[in-house]
């Protein structure tokens, strides 16, 4: 796409700063695959904003379901991976922090399209 | 470290840079915007033979340095305080965007906890600027993840290697003072 460098306009703009808007997937520890959680199509919202995860094929990532599914281990396996933690596929303390915590708006997939493949252990 | 997908890379010795007159901050202001920038740039040009200017004209600036908030028209919307900070685009394109809606900090002070070190993440958006993508090393500058209230800026041996392999070294980098990359680099 071609898009403009910046928008031009000079109308003065305010910024409303209210709460932070860091994901928190504290909630989501521990969630076990094959569980049905609220909180879980957030977390692959994340991970395919991210690379992570692709989308479900409708060409939208609303449609996520809060299943926790072999798909999402896999992608939480690459995440891992990525990120120098210990690849388990799992929802551990240390994951979910990182995934919590705020971060560059680039996505990894140049990190994933180094054609390695990961196992949960 | 690890390079965008085609290792896209600068094929100039220096490179211009400008901060957008719309987009910008109004603190820290724009003097001390400037001298972090500086400070960031000066890291990198002390690795590779690629120096940065700072010029004025915004449009025909190689890198193009904007604080934007929200959807800001290039498919990357922020999202307010913490979540994604900042994004960059790789070689030839030039853009960096800040979230403006961050806590911005300049000066190490990290009074408010959601306090965001620009020096730190502007250090890494050059990075992308150059052609570097994530570093999985969490010492590592390219490292995606920053924590509030944290300074991350010196280029750890796997950001100079990475960079390195795309533009070479500056003919006064002294690789000895490095000790830990040269050892690196004998191993392959």
């Known amino acids: 796409r071609n898009l403009p460098d910046e928008y031009t306009t000079k109308a003065t703009q305010t910024i409303k700063v209210s709460n932070a808007t860091r994901h928190d997937f504290s909630r989501l520890v521990d969630v076990q695959l094959g569980s049905h959680v609220s909180g879980v199509s957030e977390l692959k919202r994340y991970l395919h904003r991210f690379g992570y995860v692709k989308d479900d094929g409708s060409g939208s990532s609303k449609n996520f379901s809060d299943v926790f599914d072999g798909r999402l281990e896999s992608a939480i396996s690459l995440f891992q991976q990525n990120l120098g933690l210990p690849i388990t596929g799992r929802l551990d303390t240390s994951t979910v922090t990182l995934m919590s915590s705020p971060r560059c708006g680039v996505s990894d997939t140049h990190m994933i399209n180094n054609g390695m493949h990961v196992t949960a252990r | ?188």
């Open chain 2, 1 to 188: 470290y690890t390079y965008f997908g085609g290792k896209p890379k600068w094929n100039r010795d220096t490179l211009t840079y400008a901060f957008s007159e719309t987009h910008k901050l109004d603190y820290p202001t724009s003097d001390d915007v400037k001298t972090v920038f500086r400070r960031a740039f000066g890291r990198w040009a002390s690795v590779i033979p690629v120096s940065f200017k700072e010029v004025d004209d915004y449009t025909t600036a190689n890198l193009k340095i904007g604080f934007f908030a929200g959807d800001h028209g290039d498919g990357k919307p922020f999202d307010g305080v913490l979540g994604t900070l900042a994004h960059a685009f790789a070689p030839k394109n030039g853009r960096v965007h800040f979230d403006a809606a961050e806590t911005w900090v300049v000066n190490d002070d990290f009074g408010s906890k959601v306090a965001v070190d620009l020096e730190s993440v502007a250090t890494h958006e050059i990075g992308h600027l150059l052609g570097l993508g994530h570093s999985s090393r969490e010492s590592a500058v390219m490292y995606p993840i920053l924590p509030p209230r944290t300074k991350k800026v010196d280029l750890t041996v796997d950001d100079v290697a990475g960079v390195l392999r795309l533009y070479g070294p500056n003919p006064e980098l002294r690789l000895d003072s490095l000790a830990e990359l040269k050892d690196s680099l004998r191993n392959g």
